[in-house]
Every structure is written in structure tokens, then in C-alpha cells.
């Protein structure tokens, strides 16, 4: 209950304005899930005070008295920030501060003002990311990327009423995580016990305050060295934990002298020098799990194969039946780090299944990832068939192997992944008989049938028969065969569009009821589930491509639907006006923070925005056109305006092409008028996109909202769709490129082109 709902209240109840503003100020109001803001915090009491002098102290102070009169949950969070703090020679100055100040008076920030009540918590993930983005290997020290969280969080699916650890925990994620799964499934997160430490002091406040953010009060977040003295404690012992999931800084020296619950280390001391800690942060998660829960930590592969003290905690941790699961991930995933890193799966004490008795599941999973720029990226289908694997703890060629701990004795407790799932692709087969005769191996065909039959195709219709052994190219050449391959792919796409489209009138009316229901984890499962279940039947792509497509799809519009469920289909194209018409608010002032190229790609994200060609199609249309038009007249001025070479001097006649000076003159004219019809149209934009919004009735703003929403989801599904059907027909391409040339066809080329040669050296004399 905020301030002004307690005096609402009281007014309401026949007490005075002035009583009730009294009976506001009783701390005991704020108890719970709430703060109590004093006055000098107030924000009314900070924009007036930012007018005068020593912005940064009045700042200082209001947080201080922020974190005196709510101590319990900000206790050394807000201390550490200093707005007088001197950097260099440098200071904040007011002006600065002021603007600051100004900029966030410009709208009102309660829950009730938000698309959807998570909102201050999902921007301040966002800037946590971004942040780590920013610091190289810093950022790798308090973030670890989502995907490689929701992953990991699958693995040990955290349920109600569980206790969820992070000994190791950075900024947060891990834990917030773990709610966010049980909400996702539907369930009650409120009984959830949340537990971590963290070394480093300020990610340690911002671990604090991310669970603010995400109303999140009663997590217990500690700071301190976790090997050295772990802060978790029940009657002076180890407290223990359901679940406990942790990516601990990698290769680090630590002593051993002075640490406290030295029990936890039962299997051994990894040396205290050469950076070997991994598997001493590994043992404090073994020593905290109950007798029943599961643990999943990241750790460098070097703990996987290392011998010495290593190896003899790794042969304890095995032989006692304590490690279930090493999933080998990609390289260049986290941040600050480029090297491939690994999962453990680790268990208590409690006996496992006798399927699993003894044994190791490895998962070799360093090709699933998609590539960017500076930093891979673990995507929901990669995450879908790493946790599917984990739980079906069977064999898949290539990707995963149930070991038994005898193999591993064998092998001294090496656990390198690539002993035991190699999934190194075969060499390109080489037919040399094909090479030399022509004829396409029948043996290879077979080998990539699967890729063809997934879109109805029979790869044997695409050749002729030879022999037992051989195909040969169709006499329409296979040019002619490669140029007919996406029409025969065709039908099976048309079919996935239509099992798309029945799928979304289906389900859709989820979306259509949720601003009744609110319910928007049980459409989420409705959606992920149903999508997968009436898909897969058509045979083009497997249950983890259509898992990864609409959980990847959740993921981008789960605001979205979040402001559905909460404010309607009216709260959600306002929401996308909003944040398009935010862009272009960025002015000449913003200069100071902006400069000119970022405004103007905020600008291009904002007529870009999904809702645009949905809402003003006409409009983009037309500018499309006319920066056409200006880009083809302002590259033949370009062209005009080329001086000629010394050589082209030379002759007494122009060229053909070359413009006289009234020509170029006219062709500046046409320029100069097309460049300001492209800025006419653009300024045309907000007022085009308000008028077009204003225009819609509220079956409208409905139908627009699902469209986008089915536009998202379907050019997804296409470009997973074009993946699978380039498989196919790369195959074809270079079975062409192998064998559609034989060497006998080059020598009789050769001799052709030697004959010839022969011919005009004799005529020449030569010969």
C-alpha cells in the first residue's frame, strides 16, 4: 500500500484530509512487501530541492534516509552510491543532476502506471545486461547470460515451497529465475525460499536490489567469501537447500588456513595456487544440498580432466554416486570469456534410481548455440534439446551417452566430453569411382534422405536409376532438378501453414479471454504445448526446432502479453505508440548524453517497430518509393560529378553519357526535391501513426494486436521452416559440385582445348 492509498483510505473512513495525512506517516502501514519513505526521500520533496544548490548531497541524503528507515531489506544497498563522489578532477555538477531529476518528473512511476506490474524489474535486468555487455570480462563476474539461466534453472525445475541457493550470486538471476519458473508453470512462488552470497560488495548491492525490483523482499542475499566463510547457516551447521544453482568465478587461488566448515571438503583440496578453485566451490555445493536436491553449477572444462588432487575429488565424487550429469556447452557464450565451459549436475546424498545407479549422462553440446557478432548465444531450441536430453538419460547419437562408472575407472575419472560423445562431423564422403565414371553414390543419397523426406520429398525421384549401386543426374540436368527443388518442398510448407493457422484460431482465444482471466502462465503453457503437440505431426521440423520457435516467440512478446493480460488490447497498442513516440522525443538537449547517430537509430528502431507496416502500410510504402527515387538520383549526381582522368582530357569529344552543365544542374534540382519529399515523409510519421491508432475501435485494436502477435510467431516458424529446406538442398548442390563433372569429362575437355591449340599454332606457323 502506497502513501497516498493509506490516506485515500482514512478520508474514505470520514477522517480529515489533514488527520488522514497524520495517520500516514505510522510506520506500521508500511510492513511486508512495502517501504516506508520518509519525507526527505520523498520524490515531491527531491524535484523541489533540485533547484538549489548541492543537488548531490540533497541526493546523498535521501537515500540515506531511505536505507535508516528500512533497514532489514537495505541494509549497505544504497550506501555506496555517492553523487558528490569526485572521479579525477571531475564532479556531477547540479545542472547535470537537475536534468536528471527532470527527466525522471516527467512521468509517474508506480505499478499502477506500468504496462505490467514487473516492469521496473525487466528494465533493470535489462541495464544489468547491457552493462555486462559493456565490461568485457567484468561483466562476466556478475552476469551470467539468460539463456544459459532459464537452461540451467530447467535442469533442477525449483517447485513451490523449495529452498533455491546461489553461493556465487552476482547480480541475481539465478534466484529470480527460479521464481520466475515456478510462475511460469502456474504455480505459487510466494513460499519460495531464496538464499545467496556474494563476494564482491557492489554486485552484491545490485544483487539486492534486482530483487527489489522484482518484488522479491525477502531473499536472503549475503556478502562474503563463500569458500572462506559461508553465511547460510542453521544451528551453527550448514543450512541445507532443495536447489542450488550457481556459475562460480573460474580459476581462482584460495586458502585453505583459515576456512571455516571445512567439512564440506570430504573429497580432497584442489591446490590452493594455479587457479584451481573450481572444484572447491563444486564440493560447497554437494555439502548443501539436501539428502534429495539437485545442484547445476558451470565450471571450466579443465575440472573435467585435470589430474593430481583433482583427480582424486573427481574419483570421490563419482564413486560416491554424486554426479548425474556433465552437459559440454558452446564456446564464447559468457561474458568475459571466450572459452567453452560445462555444466555439472550434481546430487545429495539420497540413493539415485537404479536406471541412473552409478552411471553419468554426457552432453555434448558445443554446436548448439547461435552465432553473433562479439558473443555466441544459447537460443530456446538449444536449451529444449539440452534439457530434453538430460531428462530422457539415454543415448542420442552424436549429442548424448549414458556412461557407466566402470568405463570411467577405466578411463581414471577423465571426464573429457569428447571421450565420450564425439560429435564431430564425418568427412565429406569421396566416391572415387563416381569421381571417375560419374553417378551419384546411392549410399550417400541414403545417408541424407531424412533432410528430403522431411518435406514429402523422395530423394530417388531426382535421379535416374544406373545400377545397383548408382543414381545418375535427371537428362533435364541438374541445374534444371536443383531450380525445381523449392516447388517440391512447396507442398509440405503450405501444409505447415495450414496446421499454423489452425493451431492459431485455435489458441488464439486465449489471448481474446486474457484481459478476463489474467491467467497468462496458463495461456503460456497452453501456447508452448499445443504448438509442439499439432505441429510435429507434419513432419518438417522436430519437437525441439518447434519448441525453440515458440519459446523464442514467448520470450520477445511476453511483455506484450503480459500488458494484455493486465491492461487490455487498448493498453497494448498504446503501449507501442508510447514507446515508439519515446524515440523521437530524443532532441537537440538529449546531445549531451546522445549523439546525433544514436538518436538517429532510435529513430530508425521506432519506424521499424513491428506495428508500423501493420497500422500505415500506405505510408511506408510511399517512403519507400521516395528514398528510392532520392538514392537513384543522388548516386547519378555522384556519377556527374566525377572529374575525368587525364587520359579522358585527351580526347576532343565528351562521351556520350557525359552531362552538360544544365543537365547537372537540373539533375541538383530533382535531388534537392526528392531528398525534401524523404523529410516531408518522415516528419509525417507520428502524426501518420496517431491518426492511424485513433482511428481504431476496439474490435480493431484487438484484431491488430493478434496480427502482430501471429505475424511474430509465423515469421519465425518460416525462417526456421527456409533452415530445413537450405539442409536439403545444399545437399543436392553438392552432390553437383562432387560428381556432376567426371574426370573423363575433364580429359576429353582437356584434349579438346590441346587440339584446338594445336590447330592455331600451325596456322600461326609455330607448329
Known amino acids: 500500500m502506497v502513501r497516498s492509498e493509506v490516506v485515500e483510505k482514512r478520508v474514505a473512513e470520514g477522517k480529515s484530509r489533514e488527520e488522514a495525512e497524520r495517520m500516514a506517516e505510522m510506520r506500521g502501514f508500511y510492513r511486508g512487501d512495502k517501504f516506508y519513505v520518509p519525507p526527505e526521500a520523498r520524490w515531491s520533496h527531491i524535484r523541489n530541492e533540485s533547484r538549489k544548490k548541492n543537488v548531490g548531497d540533497m541526493l546523498n541524503k535521501a537515500l540515506g534516509a531511505l536505507e535508516e528507515e528500512n533497514v532489514a531489506a537495505l541494509e549497505g544497498v544504497l550506501e555506496h552510491i555517492d553523487f558528490t563522489r569526485k572521479v579525477g578532477q571531475s564532479t556531477i555538477p547540479d545542472k547535470r543532476l537537475q536534468q536528471l531529476v527532470d527527466h525522471f518528473s516527467r512521468v509517474r512511476l508506480r505499478n499502477e502506471d506500468f504496462e505490467f506490474p514487473d516492469l521496473l524489474g525487466a528494465a533493470y535486468e535489462y541495464l544489468i545486461a547491457q ?11 556478475f552476469y551470467t547470460p539468460r539463456g544459459v539461466v532459464r537452461m540451467m534453472v530447467s535442469l533442477v525445475k525449483p517447485r513451490p515451497g523449495m529452498a533455491v541457493y546461489d553461493p556465487c550470486a552476482g547480480s541475481g538471476g539465478m534466484l529470480i529465475h527460479a521464481k520466475e519458473y515456478i510462475d511460469e508453470h502456474g504455480l505459487d512462488s510466494r513460499d519460495l525460499t531464496l538464499a545467496g552470497q ?132 558452446a564456446p564464447n557464450l559468457f561474458y568475459g570469456t571466450g572459452i567453452p565451459a560445462c555444466i555439472l549436475v550434481l546430487r545429495g546424498t539420497d540413493p539415485r534410481p537404479a536406471a541412473r545407479h552409478n552411471k553419468v549422462l554426457f552432453i555434448n553440446a558445443d554446436r548448439e548455440f547461435t ?10 531450441q538449444h536449451a529444449e534439446k539440452i534439457v530434453a536430453a538430460y531428462e530422457s538419460y539415454e543415448d542420442i547419437p552424436g549429442f548424448a551417452r549414458v556412461v557407466d562408472i566402470e568405463e570411467l575407472r577405466e578411463n581414471d575419472f577423465n571426464l573429457n566430453i569428447r571421450r565420450y560423445v564425439d560429435n564431430t562431423p564425418p568427412p565429406e564422403p569421396q566416391d572415387v569411382r563416381a569421381h571417375l565414371h560419374g553417378g551419384i553414390p546411392k549410399s550417400e543419397v541414403k545417408a541424407k534422405a531424412g533432410l528430403f523426406r522431411a518435406f514429402g520429398i523422395d530423394p530417388a525421384t531426382l535421379f535416374a536409376e544406373r545400377d545397383a549401386d548408382y543414381f545418375d543426374f535427371l537428362p533435364e540436368g541438374w541445374q534444371a532438378t536443383a531450380s525445381r527443388l523449392p516447388g517440391l518442398a512447396a507442398p509440405a510448407e503450405a501444409r505447415l501453414r495450414a496446421a499454423f493457422a489452425e493451431w492459431w484460431v485455435r489458441h488464439s482465444k486465449r489471448l481474446i479471454e486474457l484481459p478476463d482471466t489474467h491467467k497468462v502462465m496458463e495461456v503460456r503453457a497452453d501456447l508452448l504445448d499445443s504448438f509442439v503437440t499439432e505441429l510435429l505431426p507434419v513432419g518438417i521440423l522436430d519437437r525441439f526446432e518447434l519448441a525453440g520457435v515458440v519459446a523464442a516467440w514467448w520470450g520477445e512478446a511476453q511483455y506484450d502479453i503480459k500488458t494484455l493480460g493486465l491492461n487490455g488490447f487498448e493498453g497494448v497498442v498504446e503501449g507501442w505508440l508510447t514507446t515508439i513516440e519515446s524515440a523521437f522525443e530524443l532532441d537537440e538537449e538529449e546531445l549531451e548524453y546522445w549523439d546525433k547517430a544514436k538518436i538517429a537509430s532510435e529513430k530508425r528502431k521506432a519506424r521499424d517497430h513491428r506495428v508500423v507496416p501493420a497500422l500505415i502500410p500506405d505510408y511506408l510504402a510511399e517512403l519507400d518509393e521516395a528514398e528510392a527515387a532520392y538514392a ?136
Open 371 to 380: 552465432a553473433g557478432r562479439a558473443q555466441n548465444y544459447l537460443d530456446p
Open 131 to 141: 552493462f555486462a555487455d559493456s565490461a568485457g570480462k567484468k561483466g562476466g563476474e
Open 198 to 329: 556474494e563476494y564482491n560488495g557492489g554486485t552484491w548491492a545490485v544483487s539486492k536490489m534486482n530483487m527489489i525490483l522484482h518484488g522479491v523482499l525477502n531473499a536472503l542475499l549475503e556478502n562474503d567469501d563463500t569458500l572462506a566463510e559461508p553465511k547460510h547457516l542453521n544451528g551453527g551447521e550448514l543450512a541445507r537447500f532443495d536447489r542450488v544453482l550457481t556459475n562460480p568465478p573460474f580459476s581462482l587461488n584460495y586458502s585453505a588456513t583459515d576456512m571455516k566448515h571445512k567439512e564440506r571438503f570430504k573429497y580432497g583440496y584442489a591446490p590452493e595456487t594455479g587457479k584451481k578453485a573450481d572444484l572447491m566451490f563444486a564440493q560447497h555445493v554437494l555439502a548443501v544440498l539436501t539428502p534429495d536436491g539437485i545442484g547445476a553449477t558451470v565450471m571450466p572444462h579443465g575440472v573435467l580432466f585435470r589430474g593430481g588432487k583433482e583427480q582424486e575429488i573427481r574419483k570421490g565424487i563419482i564413486q560416491d554416486d554424486r554426479l548425474e550429469a556433465v552437459i559440454g556447452l
Open 632 to 767: 537513384e538520383l543522388n548516386a547519378q549526381l555522384k556519377a556527374a560529378a566525377v572529374k575525368p582522368s587525364e587520359e579522358d582530357e585527351e580526347v576532343d569529344e565528351p562521351a556520350e553519357d557525359q552531362l552538360s552543365e544544365a543537365e547537372i544542374k537540373a539533375l541538383k534540382s530533382r535531388t534537392a526535391a526528392a531528398k525534401k519529399k524523404v523529410s516531408a515523409l518522415k516528419e509525417h510519421f507520428l502524426p501518420r501513426l496517431r491518426m492511424a491508432v485513433g482511428a481504431l475501435d476496439e474490435s480493431s485494436r484487438r484484431d491488430l494486436v493478434l496480427e502482430v502477435l501471429r505475424l511474430q510467431l509465423s515469421t519465425r516458424l518460416e525462417s526456421r521452416t527456409a533452415v530445413a529446406r537450405r539442409l536439403f538442398e545444399t545437399a543436392f548442390h553438392t552432390w553437383a559440385d562432387k560428381y556432376a563433372v567426371t574426370l573423363r569429362h575433364l580429359e576429353a575437355q582437356r584434349d579438346a582445348a590441346t587440339s584446338q591449340l594445336n590447330i592455331y599454332l600451325k596456322e600461326l606457323g609455330y607448329a
